[in-house]
DNA sequence: CTCACGCTCTTTTTT
DNA sequence: AGAGCGTGAG
């Protein structure tokens, strides 16, 4: 076999230079993975370099999945051994065997983002603090925002990147969420890449140990690394300097999670020899497809200038239908799909909706259902974010790390064992003042009245037993016996057995679900341990979780954009294309923002392979109560002629809509389009209570001056910069303001 | 201590 | 509209 079969002339370049560094711009649709792979065959078939020397890095658990399996079609079994993972879990896995020597022991639980809320929560209230008032969740992002910045990492003040806010000290909090991590043995997310270049730093022998081990590297979508993920890189390549980086950055999607689309444009200033090889030959979509995507990205002003060549044929014009509200809109998108279906006899796999937010699925889930049409939700709530998963992991964290104070929290009263908060509290005042683990004290049990200290004896015997069991795994115990055996011991079947109502019932068969999944986990694993596990499906994504068994073969994909990225359909339905919405409200402040947001719905359309729909609501309820939408700026950038347009649902009673104006065009299948009234781009003038400089006061924020007032009625928005420095838009409906 | 009801606040995107 | 949380009765 030919590895350079059926590769175009570029392709072939990226797959042939194997030495030295290499930077591949491979547009959307350019064969970007089946370069990756064929290079990868090429390594190890045609230049003898052993599959487990070669660590490949990509964005999603999945999509290493995918590639990995794409490589064993191409040379067999062999490609089983190449290292194959995201930055998280590459970094899990080194960390595993060397972060004792930095003071990462093996056994670390990871903490993800409701734990890290849940810590968060437990230091406000240890400081006074109220955290309805100040959210866990947004102190949360803060301090994940401040560990992605490069400073942290090059010795600069981090007290300084936390602003003071008006009632509390960020860095306070920071520093106490910091040592609570520590003390439970815990790395948060960001650590984990953190903690991986801490230890390629202060240790030149593992650094050298795994120069030696792998010596090729494939970095998958370069312009979404962060500032630590790039150090990895730089480190590890540092040596044998085959270092090959591919990504476009068009599709840079991630900058507000600290991706630095800079490790991609700089990529030849770090490395002067590096190779440039571009793939600009698109594979994928019609003509028509990409005529409308790249009027759109063309937008941008902080791009590299480039374009696409198509391969495909014309194809079918893009259609943008304008439906009355949010059900018509899926109406129209579910009705269209099923008419599509039988007149081009296409499958139920060959469609895809994608939104903006996880919360637009439902509606599109409900008419599906109506239809009968089986469909799968990527995305939304993990598997693993599920109550009863949640619990039982928590059970598995704490067997392993009775340090994890925040899964202890969780367990200790679930099921209900009597033990209430007040009786916590007390054994965290004892451990404190024995200057003991909480565990400590749980052990030795004695606390409270009679039914309190059973409960804690309960609990005790509980994890006790389980910890007798763990090491058992896996010689003399699998880890699915195990794990079945902690759900037994907790008594949490029981206990649904006996509520026995119909969602205890869909909890337990949750946990059915869940042992089958490790049961399909230690056969690829079989030296898995306990704690390896459960740091595993820590980083899972949706997009790998174990589906209900029952799921037919074939259907229709929702997803967010952002989950779409990297994958193609035959149809593509990109939804919800509403001012406030796509581009969303809390990207809109700033030119920056809208690019990303127009570099998302860029990546949304350019999946498409045959047919792509873009749709907007003209109403959509948002809250609970309806709000009127403007078609989404980014149809404005759209050249009429390359749309079909046409609405859905009735359309007389809404003022006017039609974000184009001049264009004043309809389609044979506009029922109701005439428009009467000149439509105004902008909102009309607002009907804010405040005016602009008015000086006011943030419950959470502080002083602060609006500097914008935008919308009206219930979408009035506010912008105001605070006294502390940042700016930040409100709705002013769920803002109250005291004017100074 | 537990459970049920009603109030509040929410929604950006994810490894 | 829906989830999570606090309040108050048992």
């Known amino acids: 076999m030919n590895i350079l ?8 370049k990226a797959v042939l230079a194997t030495d030295g560094p290499l930077l591949i711009l491979a547009g959307a649709g350019s064969g970007k993975t089946r370069v990756i792979t064929h290079r990868i065959a090429y390594l190890i ?6 599959p487990f020397a070669i660590m490949a890095v990509t964005f999603t658990n999945k999509a290493a999945g995918e590639m990995r399996s794409r490589i064993i079609d191409l040379i067999g079994p062999l490609g089983e051994q190449v290292f194959m993972k995201t930055f998280h879990s590459a970094s899990v896995y080194i960390l595993r065997r060397y972060g004792n020597i930095i003071g990462v022991p093996s056994g670390f639980t990871i903490y993800d983002q409701r734990d890290q809320e849940m810590l968060i929560k437990d230091i406000l209230i240890e400081k006074n603090l109220d955290p309805k008032k100040i959210r866990p969740a947004m102190i949360a992002s803060k301090i994940s925002e401040v560990k992605d910045r490069a400073e942290i990492l090059e010795g600069g003040d981090v007290n300084s990147l936390l602003p003071d806010y008006y009632s509390f000290s960020l860095s306070d909090i920071y520093e106490q969420y910091q040592l609570r991590l520590t003390a439970s043995n815990a790395l948060d997310f960001n ?23 792998w010596r090729y590297f494939m970095i998958d979508e370069y312009q979404d690394t962060n500032y630590s993920q790039y150090l990895i890189c730089k480190y590890l390549a540092s040596a044998s300097r085959n270092l090959c980086v591919v990504g476009d950055d068009d599709q840079s999607i991630y900058s507000w999670r600290g991706a630095d689309v800079r490790n991609i444009l700089n990529f030849e200033k770090d490395y002067s020899d590096a190779r440039v090889i571009t793939l600009g030959d698109n594979y994928r979509s019609t003509i028509q497809i990409l005529a409308v995507a790249s009027s759109i990205i063309q937008m941008n002003k902080f791009r590299k200038e480039k374009m696409l060549n198509a391969f495909r044929g014309e194809g079918e014009p893009a259609v943008w239908c304008q439906a009355n509200n949010e059900y018509g809109e899926a109406e129209y998108v579910v009705n269209t799909l099923i008419s599509l279906k039988h007149r081009e006899a296409l499958k139920n796999d060959d469609f895809a909706i994608f939104y903006r937010t996880n919360a637009q699925s439902r509606i599109f889930e409900e008419h599906l259902r109506r239809e009968n049409i089986p469909y799968r939700v990527v995305g939304g709530l993990r598997f693993y974010d599920r109550k009863e998963i949640r619990d039982i992991l928590a059970y598995l964290r704490f067997i392993t790390n009775p340090s994890d104070t925040i899964s202890l929290s969780r ?18 005042d004892q451990a404190y003042q024995e200057q003991t683990s909480e565990w400590g004290i749980i052990r030795r049990g004695q606390q409270g009245n009679k039914k309190t200290s059973a409960g804690i004896r309960t609990f005790a015997d509980i994890i006790t037993r389980s910890m007798e069991m763990a090491p058992r795994v896996p010689t003399d115990m699998k880890l699915a016996e195990f794990v079945q055996e902690v759900i037994e011991l907790s008594g949490y079947t029981a206990s649904l057995k006996n509520d026995n109502s119909l969602e205890s019932r869909s909890r337990l068969e949750n946990l059915d679900e869940f042992i089958n999944s490790i049961f399909e986990y230690q056969e690829f694993n ?13 980083l899972l994504t949706t997009t790998e979780q174990p589906e209900p068994e029952d799921l037919p073969l074939e259907t229709v994909t929702l997803m967010t954009v952002h989950n779409a990225k990297g994958l193609e359909f035959p149809v593509v339905f990109l939804t919800g294309l509403e001012e406030g919405l796509f581009p969303h409200v809390n990207s809109s402040d700033s030119e920056e ?3 990303e947001e127009r570099r998302l719905c860029y990546v949304g359309i350019t999946r498409a392979q045959d047919r792509v729909y873009l749709t907007n609501a003209h109403q959509r309820r948002v809250y609970g109560n309806t709000q009127d939408k403007l078609p989404s700026c980014f149809l404005n950038e759209i050249p009429p002629e390359l749309l079909k347009t046409t609405t859905h649902g009735p359309q007389e009673n809404s003022i006017s809509y039609n974000a184009a104006p001049t264009w004043g065009r309809s389609s044979s299948h506009d029922k ?15 009907d804010s209570q405040y005016s602009v400089n008015q000086r006011i006061m943030h419950p959470r924020y502080g002083t602060g001056k609006i500097v914008e007032i935008q919308g009206k009625g219930d979408n009035v928005k506010l912008t105001i910069r605070f006294s502390s420095g940042g ?12 004017r100074i």
């Open 411 to 428: 367990i200790i009263n679930t099921p209900a064992r009597g033990i209430g908060a007040v009786t916590v509290e007390k054994i965290k």
């Open 191 to 213: 650590d984990l890449l953190i903690k991986t270049v801490e230890l390629l730093r202060k240790s030149p022998e593992t650094l050298a140990a795994l120069q030696k081990k």
């Open 672 to 686: 109701s389009a005439t428009r009467e009234h000149a439509p105004s781009l902008k909102p009309a003038v607002s």
């Open 45 to 50: 078939r045609e230049k003898g370099v052993p």
């Open 593 to 595: 923002g809208i690019e």
């Open 727 to 738: 700016s930040k838009s409100f709705l002013e409906k769920h803002t109250p303001l005291e």
């Open 5 to 12: 079969e059926n590769l175009n002339e570029n392709q072939s």
């Open 526 to 538: 079989p030296d898995a341990t306990v704690d390896q596990f459960i740091q595993e499906i820590s």
